[in-house]
């Protein structure tokens, strides 16, 4: 692709039910839009528009749609980045659901990384959730990015009732190009 665009595919999605079973959840396409040459910018900037079809028990809209504006910072070998996400489900501005995320990470050489990653979900714009109802989570995490091949791994625990206790990530990638 070009060093401002790529594009990508999360085919498909599963996790493991409370009795130790897969489910199939969906799957997403989604489209980044980056500052050209982001990776060696100090501040960088971007948005990644996701559109997702989900089943039932994953989430109760079939069909989403996420705005993640992207802003971050290279600083020497550390890495913050933002994303104020915006999650659609197609029923009007006033429930697009606000989703921020961070990452705060280190990269020990070109292509190896430890972070910390925080997740939330404070609710529709409309009126954030109560804070019994709202999801926290953080994350640590890996990331090889090798080519072709990128791997990104973590362990997540729950910061309030309403969220898993603990959840585990992996992201396999690979560059067409």
Known sequence: MRNWFEAGVYLPLYSISGSGAWTYDGFKVRALFVKPDAADQRFFYGVNIEFSRNTAHWDPSP????????????????????????????????????????????????????????????????????PSRQKHQLFGVFDFNGKPWMIEAGVGVGLTNSTNHLELKLILSRDLN
């Open 63 to 130: 069909n989403e749609q996420e705005i993640r504006p992207i802003i971050g910072w290279h600083l020497g070998s550390f890495d913050v980045i933002f994303n104020p996400i915006f999650e659609n489900p197609y029923q009007g501005f006033s429930r697009l659901d606000f989703d921020p995320a961070t990452r705060v990470a280190y990269n020990l050489n070109k292509m190896w990384a430890i972070a910390a990653e925080e997740y939330d979900d404070f609710g529709p714009l409309r009126g954030f959730y109560p």
